[in-house]
């Protein structure tokens, strides 16, 4: 019998181990959450100066004039009614959400790419930023 209790505790001990690797394990292969610091973050003139020759227009001024305030109301009550989708869920996109497992979208376009604070890039994003990916409508996708 004490035999058996032993045996059953070696087992329960190892079953333990076995469920907490997982669980440490699992962030990072669902959400590529890293357990450790790797953050990249540069500097606001480093940022500016990824996109200084670039002749981008403002993304966000595009027609103020046109834009009769029927449409600018329509177009603010489909945004506020989007739930953002597949990328809502790791990404916040609303000015001042709260942060989330990557970093946020609001007034993401015509920004070079990996530069979002306190966030872990990958070595391949890292490069593409450096050969300069800038978020524009045609990239996002």
């Known amino acids: 019998m004490r035999n058996y209790f032993i045996n059953a ?3 329960h001990w190892l079953l333990v181990v076995i469920l907490f ?3 440490c394990y699992l962030p990072y292969l669902i959400f590529g959450a890293f357990p450790y610091n790797t953050k990249v ?3 606001e003139d480093k940022i ?4 200084k020759d670039l002749d981008l227009p403002n993304y966000y001024d595009l027609y103020p004039v046109q834009a009769t305030e029927e449409e600018m ?12 989708g597949k990328c809502r869920f790791c990404h916040s996109i609303r000015e001042n959400d709260r942060a989330r497992m990557a970093p946020s979208l609001y007034r993401i376009l015509g920004k070079p790419a990996a530069v979002g604070e306190n966030f872990t890039y990958s070595q391949a994003l890292i490069e593409m930023r450096n050969n300069g990916l800038i978020w524009t409508p045609e990239t996002i996708d």
């Open 41 to 43: 973050n540069l500097p």
């Open 48 to 51: 500016d100066n990824l996109v």
């Open 73 to 84: 109301f329509l177009e603010k009550e489909a945004f506020d009614s989007w739930e953002g």
């Open 9 to 11: 505790r070696a087992t």
């Open 21 to 23: 690797a997982i669980a």
